[in-house]
């Protein structure tokens, strides 16, 4: 496979080595740019391995408190479930934004892919659609959280179910993704707005579209791992 | 295909591991309806990973990356393991002192 990179002064340099760690140590040891992506680009990996850090310490801070307590975890099960015309659901409400966040994410990787073919419309209706579920996604935060504080008397330092570091990881935990869902739903809404206005056209590259796309999915692959270690464990 | 085009794939592609994340989001759930034990978490834990690797390899656009560019991202997370692995430790270790501390009150 033929392989070009593009120095920063805008030289296209071929490069030698395509697989293995030869290509690795191809492109940190030549005098150039390392990574042959955008910087943009590069530079998002780079914040969302600094999330990763993040949210790993949160996910392993819930893990120690959780082995650490002498009393019984609440039931997660339990705690989410809800009832729906007389039939009780467990953990209902989680199953249903945990759908809404992936179809978010299909929504924008078609998005991306748009955007690349410079079909205007079609990015911006679908990254629109993606800010939509993000937002549907918050508010069904908001309505648990309400549930949780006011009806089941859940509070960061105790709850009447069981272990008081429940409430401390949970509202750290969701607390801080939720926070990142809304970040991303403005974020999404600024660069669907210069996808409108042509902002990219005239700029030659819709690269941006595929970094907020970046963002987006990192915030899906984040709840996958909290529905699996928070919700279901 | 990493050129400074940018990345385009078929868009089949996509509507495929959309699918699958959906169909895979079921199983997760559905073993919510499993009795506890070493299963369930088996499950869990590989439903998870299947999930997260499909959002990273595909939506991500990880495959078809330069392997320079996927290793600086995720060389650094296997430090995450042996951070696992510490507290874990720590935790048992807490957990313990707690247990025989109660044991005697004041």
């Known amino acids: ?233 | 295909m990493a050129t400074a085009e940018g990345q385009q794939h078929p868009i089949k592609i996509y509507l495929w591991i959309w699918f699958l994340l959906f169909l895979f989001s079921g199983f997760s759930y559905g073993t919510d309806f499993m009795p506890d034990g070493p299963l369930r978490t088996t499950l869990i834990l590989t439903f998870m990973l299947v999930k997260a690797g499909l959002i990273i390899a595909i939506f991500m656009h990880m495959a078809w990356e330069r392997l320079a560019l996927i290793y600086a991202i995720f060389l650094p997370p296997v430090f995450i393991l042996v951070f696992i692995v510490l507290m874990t430790i720590e935790g048992d270790y807490t957990f313990l002192t707690r247990e025989i501390m109660f044991m005697f009150p004041g």
């Not at chain 1, 760690?21 to 940190?28: A, E, F, H, L, T």
């Not at chain 1, 990015?123 to 579920?133: K, R, V």
């Open chain 1, 1 to 233: 496979m033929a392989y070009e990179a593009v120095t920063n002064t805008g030289e296209t340099l071929a490069v030698a080595e395509t697989h293995g760690w030869n290509s690795v140590i191809s492109d940190w040891s030549a005098d150039k740019q390392t990574f042959g992506v955008p910087w943009g680009k590069a530079m998002m990996w780079i914040f969302l391995l600094s999330d990763i850090f993040i949210f790993s310490c949160f996910l392993i801070g819930y893990m120690s408190v959780r082995i650490a307590t002498t009393e019984p975890w609440p039931d997660t099960s339990e705690v989410f479930a809800m009832t729906i015309a007389g039939q009780h659901i467990p953990l209902l409400l989680i199953a249903i934004m945990t759908f809404i966040l992936i179809s978010s994410s299909g929504t924008m990787a078609m998005a991306v892919n748009f955007g690349y073919r410079r079909d205007k419309k079609k990015t911006a209706a679908l990254m629109l659609a993606t800010a939509a579920f993000g937002a549907a996604f918050v508010g069904m935060q908001a309505f648990e959280w309400t549930k949780l504080i006011v009806e089941e008397g859940v509070r960061p330092w105790g709850n009447p179910m069981g272990a008081p570091q429940f409430g401390s990881s949970f509202f750290m935990i969701t607390g801080f993704h939720g926070a990142h869902v809304t970040a991303g739903v403005i974020y999404l809404l600024v660069v669907a707005k210069r996808v409108i206005t042509g902002f990219y056209d005239r700029k030659g590259s819709y690269e941006t579209v595929e970094i907020t796309g970046l963002y987006w999915h990192f915030v899906d692959l984040v709840w996958v791992f909290i529905f699996a270690l928070f919700y279901l464990w």
